[in-house]
């Protein structure tokens, strides 16, 4: 056997052990198979950083899918770099042991600035008119017109919002076969978001999420024949991990609004709505999914105690933890809340602060999801008659975030090789010690 490997990581979220009889193409391949039990957060940025550094959030810092910087009152939301992510990655450890170990980093997110030799993510140009003109950050900095001159621009009205489909998922792929055949990296990571659509949109069960399998299948079947080409006469180890699962919902909580009522939260007007105004209020949360972050002005513990009080039996809210309890997830780091609430499986969060739609902000009815302090998953919805996504949280029937307490949240990691994962079950930390061991890294 030849002694040194390359090795592609698929990062597919939504990815159940249920669904691997659906995807024939990519178990043919990938035939051995494990649980895997994704870390609280249960969400894109924690996860990806827990599997590419080995740590928990606690240590890397990765709190959620965004930030609220406290001392300028900033929000930040989809569009952190690299530098984010406080410990070293797969390719730092890979570049450390192996100048020559070349890594590639195709859409995880986070990833602009890493020390991956080529990666590419979406980076549109926003114009001064306020549009937006396509385009990829990539590194080589001028490979993205490579890409666009071979395979057109990347589809960002397909990577996220209503008209969100396979598209994108298949332009990722196609772009990632075109890069191996021109550099054949040592390590491949790959994110592959396709099951994210409809699940959250219609139910993890829904005929349209299970459609999705057959179509993620055949562009995966495309993968694979493309890289195996790519890497002829190469050993190629591939693992495929579930970032985590969807879970249907039928329950929305909106912690904002409970904020509000208890004189917390404050607004102020713009353009006709009520905008969330972080100068004035004393508290505050940042949602995303299945759980939030509260943050409390000046961390008045007597504040913080009142919040946590309100919030406890709130329908929807299974647990509410304050400073040292949010050890118990590992989310006990300077950047989270000083309150952290975490929803019921069967229940979501919505960041809305307002109680009449009339006076929601501009961008509530667009697809926007940096200036929504927040993430919003109603932006997969499209309401025809006013041709803007709808303000009804209730539409939303799958999610995820909240920690793992039942077998159904659980994901699965496949492999090519038997060898590759030999314990009975795997975390997502445990995703980069399995990819560093193949290149004899401890």
């Given at each position: 056997m030849?002694?040194?490997?390359?090795?592609?990581l698929?990062s597919?979220?939504?990815?159940?052990?249920?669904?691997?009889?659906?995807?024939p193409?990519?178990?043919r391949t990938?035939p051995?198979?494990?649980?895997?039990?994704?870390?609280?957060?249960?969400?894109?940025?924690?996860?990806q950083?827990?599997?590419?550094t080995?740590?928990?959030?606690?240590?890397?810092g990765?709190?959620a899918n965004g930030f609220?910087?406290?001392?300028?009152?900033?929000?930040?939301m989809?569009?952190?770099?690299?530098?984010r992510?406080?410990?070293?990655?797969i390719?730092?450890?890979?570049?450390a042991?192996?100048p020559?170990?070349?890594?590639?980093?195709?859409?995880?997110?986070?990833?602009?600035g890493?020390?991956?030799?080529?990666?590419?993510?979406p980076?549109?140009?926003?114009?001064?008119?306020g549009?937006e003109?396509?385009?990829c950050?990539?590194?080589p900095a001028?490979?993205?017109?490579?890409?666009r001159?071979?395979l057109?621009?990347?589809?960002?009205?397909?990577?996220?919002?209503?008209?969100a489909?396979?598209q994108?998922?298949a332009?990722?792929?196609?772009?990632?076969?075109?890069?191996?055949?021109?550099?054949?990296?040592r390590?491949?990571?790959l994110?592959?978001?396709?099951?994210?659509?409809?699940?959250?949109?219609?139910?993890?069960?829904?005929?349209?999420a299970?459609a999705a399998?057959a179509?993620?299948d055949e562009?995966?079947?495309?993968?694979?024949?493309?890289?195996?080409?790519a890497?002829?006469?190469?050993?190629?180890?591939?693992?495929?991990a579930?970032?985590y699962v969807?879970t249907?919902?039928?329950?929305?909580?909106?912690?904002?609004?409970v904020?509000?009522e208890?004189?917390?939260?404050?607004v102020r007007p713009?353009g006709?709505g009520e905008?969330?105004?972080?100068?004035?209020?004393?508290?505050?949360?940042?949602?995303?999914?299945?759980?939030?972050h509260?943050?409390?002005?000046?961390?008045?513990?007597?504040?913080?105690d009142?919040i946590?009080?309100?919030?406890?039996?709130?329908s929807?809210?299974?647990e509410?933890?304050v400073?040292?309890?949010?050890g118990k997830?590992?989310?006990?780091h300077?950047r989270?809340g000083d309150?952290?609430l975490?929803s019921?499986p069967?229940?979501?969060?919505?960041?809305?602060?307002w109680?009449?739609d009339?006076?929601?902000?501009d961008?509530?009815?667009?697809?926007?999801?940096h200036r929504?302090?927040?993430?919003d998953?109603?932006?997969?919805h499209?309401?025809?008659?006013t041709?803007?996504?709808?303000?009804d949280?209730?539409?939303?029937?799958g999610s995820?975030g909240?920690?793992v307490?039942?077998?159904?949240?659980?994901?699965v990691l496949?492999?090519?090789?038997?060898?590759a994962?030999?314990?009975p079950?795997?975390r997502?930390?445990?995703?980069?010690?399995?990819?560093?061991?193949?290149?004899g890294?401890?």
């Open positions: 030849q002694m040194d490997p390359s090795v592609v698929l597919i979220p939504g990815l159940r052990p249920q669904d691997l009889p659906r995807l193409q990519l178990t990938l051995h198979t494990v649980p895997l039990t994704p870390s609280f957060p249960c969400v894109t940025w924690p996860v950083a827990n599997m590419l080995g740590r928990l959030p606690r240590e890397h990765v709190i609220y910087w406290r001392a300028s009152r900033q929000v930040e989809w569009t952190g770099g690299n530098q992510i406080a410990a070293r990655q390719w730092d450890r890979l570049h042991h192996d020559r170990c070349t890594s590639a980093a195709w859409f995880p997110m986070l990833s602009k890493c020390g991956a030799d080529y990666v590419c993510m980076a549109p140009v926003h114009n001064p008119d549009s003109s396509l385009w950050y990539t590194q001028a490979f993205y017109g490579e890409l001159d071979a057109g621009h990347f589809p960002l009205q397909h990577f996220w919002g209503p008209l489909n396979i994108s998922t332009w990722i792929v196609d772009s990632a076969v075109f890069t191996a055949h021109r550099f054949q990296p390590f491949f990571y994110y592959v978001p396709h099951l994210e659509y409809a699940a959250q949109k219609l139910g993890p069960d829904s005929p349209a299970i399998l179509e993620l562009v995966l079947g495309r993968l694979i024949d493309g890289l195996t080409a890497y002829a006469g190469r050993q190629l180890v591939w693992l495929a579930s970032e969807i249907p919902v039928n329950h929305v909580s909106y912690p904002n609004r904020l509000r208890q004189g917390h939260l404050q713009e006709g905008m969330l105004d972080l100068e004035r209020s004393t508290a505050w949360a940042l949602v995303d999914h299945q759980f939030s509260v943050f409390v002005q000046r961390q008045d513990p007597q504040v913080i009142a946590a009080q309100r919030f406890a039996g709130e929807g809210i299974s509410v933890l400073g040292d309890q949010r997830y590992a989310v006990n300077p989270s309150i952290v975490i019921t069967s229940s979501w969060q919505a960041y809305y602060w109680f009449d009339a006076r929601a902000p961008f509530a009815r667009t697809v926007d999801i929504k302090p927040g993430y998953p109603v932006e997969l499209w309401d025809p008659q041709r803007t996504i709808p303000l949280a209730t539409l939303v029937r995820h909240a920690p307490t039942d077998t159904s949240q659980r994901g496949l492999s090519s090789q038997a060898d994962v030999p314990a079950a795997v997502d930390v445990d995703i980069g010690p399995l990819v560093l061991r193949q290149f890294l401890s």
